[in-house]
């Protein structure tokens, strides 16, 4: 890297931000973040830094949070607010294996946090990533609306009706998807990606990116 400026941050997280200018003259902001256990994580404080990073960015830190989507055994509070943040389409995980090669430099012991050394690879992964609900700002009148014209469409009563308790399954399948079509029509999906690989501390590695870029 040829080149950096600090990037000023309006925060109470404990935040900095640098952009950086590679030697092909391509900028990205890096953003580095700490929350101890003992700090308050909210989703409005981290929604806040992020309006102030220039695009691209890439946010990574220590948050100190768990879930079952990064490869923990369980999901706790903080999990939670990072997951709840990770449903903004223009956020991914990046790491995935495919983009970004990271390792845990441990010889460096004299303190309780350890460096991290990360290497972009120029392959591309070939995972297609998981599709998603845009649960963000969900029209719920909308889809409520949409489930009531299509029980009545399909005649989903008549199919109680008429229907043994033997035939749950068809039941089940029709409700299922009617459900299904009318998220599809009033809510719809985006495409993050998130990919089950542990990352040590509780590391999360984040990345802004266009809706038309693939996904890292």
């Known amino acids: 890297m040829s080149e950096h400026e600090n990037i ?12 950086i200018s ?3 003259s391509q900028k990205i902001c890096l953003c580095n973040l700490y929350a101890p256990d003992s700090a ?14 220039p ?13 079952t989507l990064w490869g923990f055994n369980y999901t706790d509070r903080r999990g939670r607010t990072i997951e709840k943040l990770l449903e903004n389409d223009s956020i991914v995980l990046l790491n995935d294996g495919g983009s970004i090669d990271w390792s845990v430099q441990t010889s460096y012991n004299s303190n309780d946090h350890w ?32 489930i009531e014209n299509l029980l009545t469409t399909k005649q989903f009563d008549i199919l109680l009706q008429t229907n043994l308790p033997t035939d749950i399954d068809n039941i089940v399948e ?7 079509q009318a ?26 990116q266009s809706k038309t870029t693939k996904l890292h």
């Open 115 to 146: 460096p991290i050394t990360l290497k972009l690879l120029k392959s591309q992964p070939t995972e297609k990533p998981t599709p998603k609900w845009l649960l963000r700002n969900p029209n719920w009148s909308a889809f409520s609306n949409t």
């Open 8 to 19: 000023p941050l309006n925060t109470i997280l404990e935040a900095i931000a640098i952009k």
């Open 55 to 67: 695009h691209p960015f890439i946010l990574l830190g220590d948050f100190n949070s768990r879930n």
């Open 183 to 208: 998220a599809e029509s009033t809510i719809g999906k985006s495409q993050p990606s998130f990919i089950k690989k542990k990352v040590p501390g509780g590391m999360k590695l984040m990345k802004q």
């Open 22 to 24: 590679s030697n092909n």
């Open 40 to 53: 308050n994580l909210t989703l409005t404080d981290l929604e806040n830094l992020i309006k102030q990073l």
């Open 174 to 180: 029709t409700f299922s998807n009617i459900i299904t």
